[in-house]
């Protein structure tokens, strides 16, 4: 099995999940079953030095910056599939706290026939609220954010946050690596799981397979539509910012990944589209500031619900209407 983790700068979370797996694996003993391939995409903190010295088991591959996300899960990919006999691949980021029994969930997982044939999402709580879910996938067109949506223990999903995901080989051989050229950051998980599931891989999430992670206030408003975020400054040149950042790779909504996911099905979208976007999304900041307070704070509130938000950090963002 590979456990592929792409990383950049961010060595003490690197430690700790490298920490977290080397405990689990070695008091499964199965060192000689699980490799771990750590993509790092260009780390100036020292990451790969530290990754050699402290866990010289490790396979670390190296980019200079321009992998991304998207790359550097490709580039770890490639080498489990080209370097290696792994039977699975498992992608992990690297700011999760694995549950104990991650491993040992993650082993069933793999025993189970019928997962063998298709890809499998673990979910991700919030370490202050563990009862809401950060990051699982889609159903019905809604995120998955609270355990009693899963009537068993494999809810079938539309699509999966890359945070945890499990690939049986055959699987990774048949749709080939992540979209690197129209996803290179935001949304490779997105069109991976999706383009499996056009092509009749199921996918599920798992209730039993976890993971927990800090989510703050400003996680919650950087996913926030862009409008929304504007609204919430009232300094012009912060508002400035956040129109330049549509065309930035490190936004969550800027217009190379939600363009292409709009016209996913087209290998080549011309570029006044990007530019209609862009010029929808100026409209749209522009045009709220006609909302009256009680239709700004209706469609916040509106917001918060639909995506079942903790009242701690509706609490925090709230005074900035």
Not at 7 to 31: E, F, K, M, P
Not at 214 to 219: E, P
Not at 244 to 257: E, G, R, T
Request: with cysteine; net charge neutral.
């Amino acid at each position: 099995m590979a456990l592929i983790l792409p990383v950049r700068d961010r060595w003490h979370y690197t430690q700790a999940i490298l920490n977290a797996l080397q405990q689990q694996i070695s008091a499964a003993n199965l060192g000689g079953i699980y490799q771990i391939i750590v993509a790092d995409d260009g780390s100036s903190d020292g990451t790969p030095e530290s990754i050699q010295a402290q866990f010289p088991q490790v396979i670390l591959i190296q980019g200079t910056g321009d992998w991304w996300w998207t790359g550097a899960i490709a580039a770890g990919m490639d080498y489990a599939l080209t370097q290696t006999e792994a039977k699975t691949l498992v992608w992990l980021n690297d700011d999760l706290e694995l549950a104990p029994d991650f491993i040992q969930q993650l082993r069933a997982i793999c025993a189970e026939p019928q997962y063998q044939q298709a890809i499998v999402g673990g979910i991700v709580r919030d370490r202050t609220r563990p009862d809401w879910i950060m990051f699982s996938g889609l159903a019905n067109g809604q995120p998955i954010r609270q355990i009693s949506q899963f009537l068993t223990p494999y809810l079938p999903a539309e699509t999966l946050n890359g945070n945890m995901v499990v690939i049986p080989r055959p699987i990774a051989e048949q749709l080939g690596l992540p979209d690197v050229r129209r996803f290179p950051h935001y949304g490779g998980d997105y069109e991976y799981t999706e383009r499996a599931r056009r092509s009749g891989i199921p996918l599920y999430l798992s209730q039993s397979l976890q993971a927990q992670a800090d989510y703050t206030a400003a996680d919650v408003v950087r996913y926030m539509p862009v409008w929304m975020q504007w609204r919430l400054t009232s300094s012009w040149a912060a508002r400035w910012q956040i129109l330049q950042n549509l065309w930035s790779l490190k936004f969550h909504h800027n217009v190379w990944h939600i363009v292409n996911r709009m016209y996913i099905e087209q290998s080549q979208v011309p570029r006044w589209r990007y530019w209609v976007f862009y010029i929808k999304k100026v409209m749209q900041c522009l045009n709220s500031l006609k909302f009256s307070r009680p239709r700004l704070h209706s469609q916040f509130q509106r917001y918060f619900e639909q995506n079942q938000i903790p009242p701690h950090l509706r609490h925090q963002i709230e005074p900035h209407l």
